[in-house]
């Protein structure tokens, strides 16, 4: 379509002439290096997540298998990812995190009040809450970064005891069967990975997400989205 108005209209007669007129009335258009120097925000990884029997991964539209890693990368896309996943392991932070009909928030300052009050809340077993240790992690399959957010009892331990050791090192994750007297659930256990990542890891990508992922703790700002669905990212223990 290129007629703009009827002919002998005072406007310009086609679209073409209507943009160079407003383009020479606004002026200079922003510079695009702003873009590069600031990007676009809301910067959102996918996360990794323990397919549990209860866990929607299971289910329709998904139809994970139990026990294995999956990839979630929004609410209607997830990757089996099997039962042991080489990484990279970037940073870890401490996490803790509300989620509700207003949204998802995240608060990165173990100190501060507000995070003390919410890991309070997590452990009395409150809807909504949760706390642990999150990990920047890349994935040595795909070739990505995503999150690995430990937030209950056996996957924080799995963080303090396993995990954290393998910071700024290569690791293989596994998920194991933890039993009690009475129950038995899935948890992660780390050791050294033994053989070459597929893909390659570039170390100025590595240094840039952890960068990334840093700027986010001490911003407040955690990297949650709206199309991800974030509950699926807290792990339930099963069958307890």
């Known amino acids: 379509m290129t007629e703009l108005v009827e002919q002998g209209s005072n406007l310009p007669a086609t679209v073409e002439e209507l943009e ?15 873009v590069e120097e600031l990007g676009v925000g809301g910067r959102y990884l ?27 990368r929004n609410k209607s896309v997830a990757d089996d990812l099997g039962k042991e996943i080489d990484i990279f392991v970037c940073h870890w932070r401490t996490k803790a995190m509300l989620m509700d009909n207003s949204g998802i928030k995240s608060i990165f300052d173990k100190d501060s009040s507000e995070f003390k009050e919410w890991r309070r809340l997590a452990e009395s077993k409150i809807d909504g809450y949760a706390w642990g240790f999150e990990f920047l992690v890349y994935l040595g399959e795909t070739g ?47 050791q050294r990975c033994s053989t070459p990542l597929s893909c390659p890891l570039c170390i100025e990508d590595a240094a840039q ?32």
């Open 144 to 190: 990505e970064y995503a999150t690995l957010f430990c937030n209950n009892p056996t996957l924080r331990r799995a963080a303090t005891e396993s995990i954290m050791a393998f910071t700024r090192k290569f690791a293989t994750l596994e998920v194991v069967v933890v039993r009690d007297e009475k129950h038995q659930w899935k948890g992660i256990h780390a």
């Open 46 to 72: 996918p996360y990794l997540s323990i397919v549990q029997s209860g866990s929607k991964l299971s289910n329709p539209p998904f139809d994970l298998p139990i026990g294995n890693f999956a990839l979630k």
């Open 20 to 34: 160079q007129q407003l383009a020479e009335a606004l002026g200079d258009t922003p510079d695009d290096k702003i």
């Open 209 to 240: 997400e952890t960068d990334l992922f840093k700027t986010e703790v001490a911003s407040g700002q955690g990297n949650e989205a709206e199309d991800l669905d974030a509950s699926e990212a807290v792990e339930e223990e099963e069958d307890r």
